[in-house]
């Protein structure tokens, strides 16, 4: 792997760590796409650095269990748009 995805891995596990971002919301602030964002966190973070990992992998699942009540949100706030 070379130094720049090591330290892209590295960023974006610390900015989802500090933040408490989404995988959009990182692939967002960062100019690349949700799969690069989810490998180097699931996948690369895991050997380059495991405490931050684990708190990564923390948020992520925290993120994904709360994920349908978001998009709920989403859905009304769009509805309610709508009307007006």
């Known amino acids: 792997m070379n130094d720049f995805v090591s330290e892209r891995a590295q ?5 989802i760590a500090e933040e ?3 995988v959009r ?6 100019g690349v ?5 989810h490998k180097d966190v699931s996948q ?7 405490p931050l ?8 699942d925290k993120n994904k ?3 349908h009540l978001r998009g709920g949100m989403a ?3 769009k509805y309610e748009n709508r009307k007006h």
């Open 20 to 22: 408490g971002a989404t």
């Open 11 to 15: 960023t974006l596990g610390l900015y």
């Open 25 to 30: 919301q990182a692939a967002q602030r960062f």
């Open 44 to 50: 690369r973070l895991k050997t380059l650095n495991p």
């Open 65 to 67: 269990s709360e994920r």
């Open 33 to 37: 796409s949700k799969s690069t964002v």
């Open 53 to 60: 990992f684990r708190q990564v992998r923390a948020i992520l």
């Open 75 to 77: 859905t009304k706030k």
